[in-house]
């Protein structure tokens, strides 16, 4: 076995990001020479969607997969931008319906180029009237050469040409369905509440003396028919309540043609039969990977149309200055996009700060617009207040400060209970079998620590391990199989060659909602080791930490909350010595404390250690080494784990019958 050292208390740099130690000026964002949008650290969803909409993608569609705290519509319509600044956009048409003369009942569809509908309607207009004159055939080819020279217009133009009744009331009679405008040449549509009519268009009626007609001009096209050839986005949980929906969309992806289909109840006494729209869009699929499951269990097909699977980086990595930099352009264009008051120097340190936490690792900040735009907004709103025209450190810190109190009822009900007393914890001297373990509580959106005694007991037994949590049924399978694996490294130690003798149970005091998750099995471990050896832990160190059958330490969630959590319970029963936290030593990166708790840590009023075995919990609680044994299996006597070991032997000392009892027995029974 390794003879482990014991790891020194944290310092402050130690439980905040790097960034923050080394705040220098910032570059203005009007010096930037790079524009920053929300594709930052999207490169993988922005080459998807450049191959998407290139020639060479046909028929594949994405699945975007987003957590929740993001701009849907901002992120897409920044990743398209992005997409599209390196390669040609996707060709963009205008679609009108023009009369027919060989099939009256049925509209010709012509496609124009974007945003030339209303010029078109003019220039036919002057065909028409040149039909009259000698200069016909040179109007005609103009109209080619300006719109198109298509079969369809082609055709429909020798048409007009030929039948002089087909141009009485033409102006009526052309019919446009999807305009484009200069500014959108290129269409981007969110199908934000889904039914069939909203997607695939409709075909509406009228009435008329007792009878019901239709005709081009009653066509309402939909949202596929308006993001033609650009890119429709659609969530995809509503596709998943809307089966029919899902089916009718695979088939004209897979066909490429969109056919109007009238109401089935209607019974009509006239109507047309206009020609299929060709369909050239891009769809999105938009959702978590949980529905990505559903909707390929649902329809093993999904994975032919819908191949391209990206996932939606929610973090960005600050891996030198430059990507520091980066990201206060970025949070200087959030500001800006929402007409937000700017952002001074310390306020984006404060906020990268923040969204480190967020992103849940110190190297790491959140992407989520939504959320980061939010907590701007509230600091704007409290600068403005304040009379200032820029937002400030201060107001970043008020602003969460306001957030948590108005959320924070359960978690002041739960320290004012600790408070009082009515629920106990001890946080200084020494008590065996008991330890302060460190749980976070959800409530509702509402996240929290605070400290959870745990305690333990042990009896002459077969080496179980009583988990009353489980047995009560108010412990998860996440813990039940945390205390197996702690267990497990109990016999590992003590039963190798013989039966272990104790049988010990292990309880959260006091816990009244399931208790679940695998962090306390650190924490449970000490409390039945101290049983076992009756050697006593110093009460003011709390622990959290899970547990291998090894006894190395793994990383837990919810670290900070704990922390922050420990030390307002301490404030709370006005402890004045140092309290402490044992954490695994893998947790450090994620470490980003308020700043009442950096200050302690500066202190040294608030000890961090990070611990990598349990041998190093077990010496920093009770005093004494864990113990390291011999060639023969045998621990020192001056040890934890040699106490332990001398108890086990005196009981099965005890148990076990001399040979003469033994033969004496015999031959009684003889």
Not at 275 to 296: C, F, S, Y
Request: with cysteine; charged share 20%; net charge negative.
């Amino acid at each position: 076995m390794i003879n482990r050292k014991l790891p020194r208390a944290l310092n402050t740099s130690d439980v905040m990001p790097e960034f923050m130690a080394n705040q220098v000026p910032l570059i203005s964002a009007d010096s930037a020479s790079t524009r920053v949008t929300l594709a930052l650290g999207q490169e993988d969803a922005v080459d998807a969607l450049r191959f998407a909409l290139s020639p060479f993608c046909r028929s594949q569609h994405l699945y975007l997969a987003v957590d929740t705290g993001f701009d849907d519509e901002a992120l897409i319509a920044d990743l398209l931008q992005c997409a599209l600044e390196q390669q040609e956009k996707p060709e963009v048409f205008d679609w009108i319906y023009v009369p027919r003369w060989s099939a009256p009942a049925s509209p010709r569809l012509l496609a124009l180029p974007a945003s030339s509908t209303q010029r078109f309607i003019q220039e036919l207009g002057h065909f028409v009237a040149a039909l009259r004159s000698a200069n016909s055939e040179q109007a005609f080819e103009q109209l080619l050469q300006s719109f198109g020279s298509s079969d369809e217009l082609r055709d429909f133009l020798a048409e007009l040409a030929l039948h002089e009744s087909l141009r009485n009331d033409l102006t009526n009679h052309v019919v446009p369905l999807v305009q484009h405008t200069a500014d959108n040449s290129f269409p981007l549509y969110h199908c934000l509440r889904l039914n069939e009519a909203r997607l695939f268009g409709d075909v509406r009626y009228e009435s008329q003396a007792g009878t019901v007609s239709t005709h081009p001009r009653l066509l309402v096209p939909g949202l596929l028919h308006m993001a033609n050839g650009g890119v429709l986005v659609i969530r995809a949980e509503q596709l998943l309540e809307q089966p029919e929906c899902w089916r009718r969309l695979r088939l004209v992806l897979m066909t490429s043609q969109l056919e109007w289909q009238p109401s089935e109840a209607t019974t009509i006494a006239t109507g047309f039969s206009a020609d299929p729209v060709p369909v050239t869009v891009k769809v999105i699929l938009l959702g978590d990977r949980m529905t990505w499951a559903e909707l390929h269990d649902t329809d093993p097909q999904l994975i032919e149309q819908f191949p391209l699977l990206v996932d939606v980086q929610p973090s960005f990595e600050i891996g030198s200055r430059a990507d520091f930099l980066r990201y206060s352009f970025l949070l200087r264009a959030l500001a800006e996009r929402s007409n937000l008051l700017p952002l001074r120097d310390n306020a984006i340190y404060r906020l990268a700060q923040w969204a480190a936490r967020q992103a849940g690792e110190n190297r790491r900040v959140t992407l989520a617009n939504g959320e980061i735009e939010t907590l701007l907004a509230q600091a704007s709103f409290l600068a403005h207040g304040d009379g200032e025209h820029q937002i400030a450190a201060s107001h970043i810190v008020d602003a969460l400060h306001r957030q948590r109190n108005r959320a924070s009822l359960v978690a002041e009900q739960h320290y004012r209970a600790i408070e009082l007393g009515q629920i106990r914890i001890q946080m200084q001297g020494r008590q065996i079998g008991q330890v302060n373990g460190l749980t976070v509580i959800e409530a509702a959106g509402e996240l929290f620590g605070e400290p959870s005694r745990i305690t333990a007991s042990v009896h002459l037994g077969d080496g179980d391990v009583i988990d009353i949590e489980r047995r009560s049924e108010m412990g998860g399978n996440l813990h039940a199989k945390g205390m197996l694996i702690l267990s497990a490294f109990i016999h590992g130690l003590f039963s190798q060659d013989a039966p272990l003798p104790l049988t010990g149970s292990l309880v959260f005091e006091q816990s009244y909602f399931e208790v679940d998750g695998d962090s306390a099995s650190l924490a449970e471990l000490l409390a039945l080791l101290s049983a076992m050896a009756d050697a006593p832990l110093q009460q003011n160190l709390a622990v959290t930490g899970a547990i291998d059958q090894f006894g190395n330490v793994l990383a837990v969630g919810g670290v900070n909350e704990k922390i922050e959590g420990l030390w307002q319970v301490a404030q709370r029963l006005g402890i004045t010595h140092a309290v402490g936290v044992l954490i695994p030593a893998t947790n450090v990166c994620q470490l980003n404390l308020s700043d009442e708790v950096a200050e302690a840590v500066a202190q040294q009023q608030l000890l961090i250690y990070p611990i990598d075995h349990a041998e190093q919990a077990i010496e920093l609680l009770s005093g004494v080494k864990a113990g390291i044994a011999d060639s023969e299996g045998s621990y020192p006597a001056n040890t934890l784990y040699g106490a332990i070991q001398r108890r086990v032997e005196r009981i099965l000392d005890q148990e076990r019958p001399s040979l003469g009892r033994w033969f004496s027995h015999r031959l009684k029974k003889r």
